[in-house]
Nanobody, 121 residues
Framework: QVQLVESEGGLVQPGGSLRLSCAAS????????MGWYRQAPGKQRELVAS???????RYTDSVKGRFAISRDDAKNTVYLQMNSLKPEDTAVYYC???????????????WGQGTQVTVSS
């Protein structure tokens, strides 16, 4: 079995910072793309940031210059550093990874359990 386990989110004041992490565990051959999504109440889940195995990053426009995604392949972990947080960043954040297991020829998409981030004074 493969699991993605996210760190706790929390309550942050506007302008504050928070760092999320997501660690993959289990029998893993290779982790390809990794990313963070978020879903606010009443809205669709959206891609916030992604990072390829080669380190190429992409961000949704609303977080460019404020958020930074990174990965540590030795730890099978992806991070999301969130700075200058705004109330509109409030959402449940989910990590995502394309993982190939040794017993499969195919990559499968895995999701974390989600963690609440609330930006409020």
């Amino acid at each position: 079995q493969v699991q993605l386990v996210e760190s706790e989110g929390g309550l942050v004041q506007p302008g504050g910072s928070l760092r999320l992490s997501c660690a993959a565990s289990g029998t893993i051959l290779r982790i390809n793309g990794m990313g963070w999504y978020r879903q606010a109440p009443g809205k669709q889940r959206e891609l916030v940031a992604s990072i390829t195995r080669g380190g190429i990053t992409r961000y949704t426009d609303s977080v460019k210059g404020r958020f930074a995604i990174s990965r540590d392949d030795a730890k099978n972990t992806v991070y999301l550093q969130m700075n200058s947080l705004k109330p509109e960043d409030t959402a449940v954040y989910y990590c995502n990874a394309g993982i190939r297991r040794p017993d499969s020829n195919y990559e499968r998409n895995y999701w974390g359990q989600g963690t609440q981030v609330t930006v409020s004074s």
